[in-house]
């Protein structure tokens, strides 16, 4: 039931209110001064309060400030005998809802009433829509125990509570937008908007006018001015995914903002100024880009200021039990199935993979395998048909085939794990395996070994 309080010393008054929004299915509390009234509001925790202006002992307009400490909620509406303007524009300045005199206005009490509660719930809402996004990029929610990733997370706490431009480098499909909210999520800037653009979606043209807007006229097809992603990003964060694709024209003009914060619009001439945080990220070694020339140097160590390396997942492979745990349970949920677990050799599968596409791919791959099931189990049946082919760790193979060919997949198997493990460099592959590059070039091709 949702409760208000009456905060008024005209006790007739004060018993008529209540008896008619107790009618109208209210919880009515009584104070008939403002003592009494903030004893309520502590131990009852009403979501609205109507109260008198003149009180014995206080004036109803100074005490709204006493009545909304510490109470987020709470909506104040004041009633008063005597109404003036003055008095009602204060009454609004210190954080009333409403203000209305008795008698005149009796009509509009309950209606009045009706839209604080209304309030009251948005605002729940709202806080509990926080919470749930809050808790959805807090770094907890950051999958994975593997030691790579650990050190990853704790970077990002560090560098959260301040304002400086963030590098994030990893392969693609390793999670470095979800790490950027992360990061943006626990900053100071949690409540201000996050904005994301790929710099590798658009023409140079069209990305200048994304980031940085433009006036009308400004080029053909540019009929009125347009805010860019710098504006829209105002005291949050700009992520600029793929920064290492960013035309070398438009870097001088990011560099602009990084260095004296401010800005100027394609096809204008005014500058203005950019209260905005720089995550950034990028797939390539952004060192060889600009020793090639591709990426400015200035630039670089701008972008530079705090780099997190973000592991791939082939780099933590202990890790991928939890994501098929994860991934599961959500698309099993969405896609209406009970999945409840997946069996041993389907993970070894799994574990077994070179996931090029990174956790992208994973959680591709366990979708698929949820919409296939015919169980809560999830099988090897069910995965895509190249992991139904590629014996998993311990798997000695079936007993109707020659020993020859189980020594075959034992040694298919090694290699792959071992260029796994060098992330495709023959090379160093060759050296661990103890073999000659020819060989195992020779085996690569035998075995049809995918990089």
């Given amino acids: 039931m949702q409760k208000l309080l009456i905060i008024d010393d005209e006790e007739k008054l004060r018993t008529l209110l209540s008896r008619i929004l107790r009618l109208e299915g209210y919880q009515v509390l009584e104070a008939g001064t403002a003592a009494q009234g903030l004893k309520l509001l502590d131990r009852e925790e009403p979501a609205v309060v109507l109260c008198d202006v003149k009180l014995p002992d206080a004036n109803g307009v100074e005490l709204i400030p006493s009545l909304l400490n510490g109470r987020a909620y709470l909506q104040v509406i004041l009633l008063t005998?005597?109404?003036?303007?003055?008095?009602?524009?204060?009454?609004?300045?210190?954080?009333?809802?409403?203000?209305?005199?008795?008698?005149?206005?009796?009509?509009?009490?309950?209606?009045?009433?009706?839209?604080?509660?209304?309030?009251?719930?948005?605002?729940?809402?709202?806080?509990?829509?926080?919470?749930?996004?809050?808790?959805?990029?807090?770094?907890?929610?950051?999958?994975?125990?593997?030691?790579?990733i650990k050190r990853a997370i704790e970077l990002g706490k560090r560098v959260s509570g301040t304002d400086a431009t963030v590098l994030l480098m990893g392969e693609t499909g390793s999670g470095k937008e979800v790490f950027a909210q992360s990061v943006h999520y626990n900053s100071k800037r949690a409540q201000q908007p996050f904005v994301a653009i790929n710099c590798s979606a658009f023409s140079r043209d069209l990305l200048e006018s994304e980031i940085f807007g433009h006036k009308a006229g400004a080029f053909t097809g540019a009929l009125k001015d347009k805010k860019g992603l710098i504006e829209e990003a105002s005291t949050g964060t700009l992520f600029l995914d793929e920064i290492g694709e960013m035309p070398v024209e438009l870097q001088a003009k990011l560099l602009r903002v990084l260095e004296s914060k401010t800005f100027i619009k394609v096809g204008d001439t005014k500058t203005i100024e950019a209260d905005v945080r720089i995550i950034a990220a990028t797939n390539r070694q952004l060192e060889t880009e600009v020793s090639e020339g591709r990426f400015r140097e200035d630039l670089f160590y701008r972008l530079n200021v705090f780099t997190i390396i973000l592991p791939s997942l082939n780099e933590r492979r202990e890790d991928i039990p939890l994501f098929?745990?994860?991934?599961?349970?959500?698309?099993?949920a969405k896609l209406g199935k009970n999945i409840t677990g997946i069996d041993k050799q389907a993970l070894q599968q799994l574990q077994a993979h070179n996931w090029k596409g990174n956790i992208r791919e994973l959680k591709n791959v366990i979708e698929r395998a949820c919409i296939l099931?015919?169980?809560?189990?999830?099988?090897?049946?069910?995965?895509?048909?190249?992991?139904?082919?590629?014996?998993?760790?311990?798997n000695s193979g079936n007993g109707n085939f020659l020993s020859a060919f189980d020594l075959a997949s034992v040694e298919k198997l090694h290699i792959q794990r071992v260029l796994n493990h060098t992330r495709g460099n023959k090379t160093e592959a060759a050296k661990l395996l103890n073999i000659g590059l020819t060989t195992l070039y020779r085996k690569i091709e035998e075995y049809h070994i995918t990089l």
């Fill in 81 to 148: 005998a005597y109404g003036n303007i003055a008095d009602g524009v204060q009454a609004i300045k210190n954080g009333a809802f409403d203000y209305i005199t008795k008698g005149n206005d009796n009509e509009k009490i309950i209606p009045l009433v009706a839209r604080a509660f209304e309030k009251v719930q948005l605002q729940q809402r709202i806080r509990d829509l926080e919470k749930q996004v809050s808790k959805k990029y807090s770094f907890a929610g950051i999958i994975g125990k593997s030691p790579e």
């Fill in 324 to 332: 098929v745990d994860f991934y599961m349970q959500q698309l099993g």
């Fill in 373 to 394: 099931a015919d169980t809560p189990v999830l099988t090897v049946d069910s995965l895509p048909f190249e992991f139904q082919h590629v014996p998993a760790p311990g």
